[in-house]
């Protein structure tokens, strides 16, 4: 425990947050580690916030930060976007759950068919992690075979598929609960490598789909090029199998239509939520007809197939619906995507200039409207101000193992105002501007200040 360390940053974090030590100490006797999400996780406590607004939000103590995290991603519009939220609102007073289709989950599939490249077809969801697991069970109906690729560090939610593989058990073994003749399904192959995915092919007939977030490991924290894309998307339609974009966090984000409009490369599936729901619960799938058709019972019957079955207490549901035909309208219309962007460059610029003034050897980098911090564990010579990501070995980002110093990142971070994506790096909003930014760098060189005097970092 960094309470047992005396260290100065660990001290000035519990000064500034009395009121949420109090509210983690009384949720820790109602739910396990007192958190209701892994990533929330901190040592010596988390911060419970009490409000948001915009860019910003404020803790129980009345600590405003600036926030980079964005609820895990899913306010590209920032927190409370009014035309959201009066959406949100005005549905709350209609109702919340009609037991029976409605209009809104017309115009909002419309919205996402229109927008995405591959959706000729959409299946809401609840979460992410559904639509995942529902993209794999649509990819093994339709082609008839068993077993998945993913990538080494690629996310794809909670559900047994993907328990594994993404911080530990990059043997395939699986984590605690799944059972192993569910892991000997997937294949887990390392990002980035077509010959790999060339082989598991030629050895195995059996491989239904390929699955993979197209910006890279944690949204581009390594990074994936286009052109791996595009030699696989050549190698999965040559066998006969399924392309499954994972754009959860990168749908409507890094384009309007995701990432797979951006790079020019259009999967057979992808798996949307987080933004596609305007920041409320909601997920969904979508892609091509002919696959989607497996849910369908039209189709089903016709063809004299059992279709897949697929249930949900709150798929589409209308408050969620309004919210996402609210966000998803003003991404189609505006720049929001651009100016996400455009913010996230400039944090990067101000971040590894103050790595540069401070003689820090790491770096900070990123695309679109995500950025991750290379915090340099081998102590390699690195420029902050010309480290190419791109042009780096998959093995340069590994996790950084001084547990001890990423814990006190974060925590200086938040002393001085700003709650980052953990000690990993930023989520941006298109409301980030000049100012946030500006105290964001200030707040970096603080925060960095705070752990050269610890002696964390040398001088």
């Given at each position: 425990?960094?309470?047992?360390?005396?260290?100065?940053?660990?001290?000035?974090?519990?000064?500034?947050?009395?009121?949420?030590?109090?509210?983690?100490?009384?949720?820790?006797?109602?739910?396990?580690s007192?958190?209701?999400?892994?990533?929330?996780?901190?040592?010596?406590?988390?911060?419970y916030?009490?409000?948001?607004?915009?860019?910003?939000?404020?803790?129980?103590?009345?600590?405003?930060?600036?926030?980079f995290?964005?609820?895990?991603?899913?306010?590209?519009?920032?927190?409370?976007?009014?035309?959201v939220?009066?959406?949100?609102?005005?549905?709350?007073?209609?109702?919340?759950?009609?037991?029976?289709?409605?209009?809104?989950?017309?115009?909002?599939?419309?919205?996402?068919?229109?927008?995405?490249?591959?959706?000729?077809?959409?299946?809401?969801?609840?979460?992410?992690?559904?639509?995942?697991?529902?993209?794999?069970?649509?990819?093994?109906?339709?082609?008839?075979?068993?077993?998945?690729?993913r990538?080494l560090?690629?996310?794809?939610?909670?559900?047994?598929?993907?328990?594994?593989?993404?911080?530990?058990?990059?043997?395939?073994?699986?984590?605690?609960?799944?059972?192993?003749?569910?892991?000997?399904?997937?294949?887990?192959?390392?990002?980035?490598?077509?010959?790999?995915?060339?082989?598991?092919?030629?050895?195995?007939?059996?491989?239904?789909?390929?699955?993979?977030?197209?910006?890279?490991?944690?949204?581009?924290?390594?990074?994936?090029?286009?052109?791996?894309?595009?030699g696989?998307?050549?190698?999965?339609?040559?066998?006969?199998?399924?392309?499954?974009?994972?754009?959860?966090?990168?749908?409507?984000?890094?384009?309007?239509?995701?990432?797979?409009?951006?790079?020019?490369?259009?999967?057979?599936?992808?798996?949307?939520?987080?933004?596609?729901?305007?920041?409320?619960?909601?997920?969904a799938?979508?892609?091509?007809?002919?696959?989607?058709?497996?849910?369908?019972?039209?189709?089903?019957?016709?063809?004299?197939?059992?279709?897949?079955?697929?249930?949900?207490?709150y798929?589409?549901?209308?408050?969620?619906?309004?919210?996402?035909?609210?966000?998803?309208?003003?991404?189609?219309?505006?720049?929001?995507?651009?100016?996400?962007?455009?913010?996230?460059?400039?944090?990067?610029?101000?971040?590894?200039?103050?790595?540069?003034?401070?003689?820090?050897?790491?770096?900070?980098?990123?695309?679109h409207?995500?950025?991750?911090?290379?915090?340099?564990?081998?102590?390699?010579?690195?420029?902050?101000q010309a480290?190419?990501?791109?042009?780096?070995?998959?093995?340069v980002?590994?996790?950084?193992?001084?547990?001890?110093?990423?814990a006190?990142?974060?925590?200086a971070?938040?002393?001085?105002?700003?709650?980052?994506?953990?000690p990993?790096?930023?989520?941006?909003?298109?409301?980030?501007?000049?100012?946030?930014?500006?105290?964001?760098?200030?707040?970096w060189?603080?925060?960095?200040?705070?752990?050269?005097?610890?002696?964390?970092?040398?001088?």
């Amino acid at each position: 425990m960094l309470t047992s360390t005396n260290s100065p940053i660990v001290a000035a974090y519990m000064a500034k947050t009395p009121s949420s030590a109090a509210m983690h100490a009384e949720a820790s006797g109602h739910l396990p580690s007192g958190i209701a999400h892994d990533s929330r996780y901190t040592d010596p406590y988390p911060v419970y916030v009490a409000r948001a607004a915009g860019p910003r939000k404020w803790d129980l103590d009345g600590n405003g930060l600036i926030d980079f995290y964005g609820g895990h991603g899913a306010l590209l519009l920032g927190h409370c976007d009014p035309a959201v939220t009066a959406a949100a609102q005005a549905q709350l007073a209609i109702g919340t759950h009609f037991g029976a289709c409605h209009a809104m989950e017309l115009g909002w599939s419309r919205l996402v068919t229109q927008m995405v490249p591959c959706a000729e077809r959409v299946r809401f969801t609840s979460s992410g992690t559904e639509a995942t697991l529902m993209a794999l069970r649509l990819a093994r109906a339709f082609t008839g075979r068993r077993k998945i690729i993913r990538f080494l560090r690629h996310f794809h939610g909670w559900h047994d598929h993907m328990a594994f593989g993404v911080d530990n058990h990059f043997d395939g073994t699986p984590s605690p609960g799944v059972l192993p003749e569910l892991a000997a399904e997937v294949v887990l192959l390392p990002p980035n490598d077509l010959a790999a995915v060339k082989r598991a092919f030629e050895g195995d007939p059996d491989i239904a789909a390929v699955i993979l977030e197209p910006t890279g490991a944690s949204t581009g924290m390594i990074p994936t090029g286009a052109a791996f894309l595009r030699g696989l998307r050549e190698t999965v339609t040559a066998h006969g199998a399924v392309l499954i974009f994972d754009e959860v966090v990168t749908g409507f984000r890094v384009a309007p239509g995701g990432a797979q409009q951006a790079l020019g490369v259009v999967p057979d599936l992808c798996t949307l939520a987080k933004i596609v729901a305007g920041g409320l619960p909601g997920g969904a799938v979508a892609g091509r007809k002919d696959i989607l058709d497996w849910i369908d019972f039209d189709v089903s019957a016709s063809k004299g197939r059992e279709k897949i079955k697929h249930q949900g207490t709150y798929n589409a549901n209308p408050v969620s619906a309004a919210a996402g035909i609210a966000a998803l309208t003003q991404i189609r219309d505006g720049d929001a995507c651009a100016r996400a962007t455009a913010a996230a460059a400039a944090l990067r610029d101000g971040f590894n200039a103050v790595l540069a003034e401070e003689g820090i050897p790491w770096a900070v980098y990123g695309e679109h409207s995500v950025i991750h911090f290379f915090t340099n564990p081998d102590g390699a010579d690195v420029d902050p101000q010309a480290w190419d990501a791109n042009a780096q070995p998959v093995a340069v980002f590994k996790a950084d193992p001084r547990k001890q110093l990423m814990a006190k990142l974060y925590l200086a971070m938040v002393v001085h105002g700003m709650d980052p994506k953990g000690p990993r790096g930023a989520i941006l909003s298109a409301t980030h501007g000049e100012a946030e930014i500006a105290e964001a760098v200030q707040a970096w060189r603080l925060a960095l200040r705070m752990l050269k005097d610890e002696g964390e970092l040398r001088h």
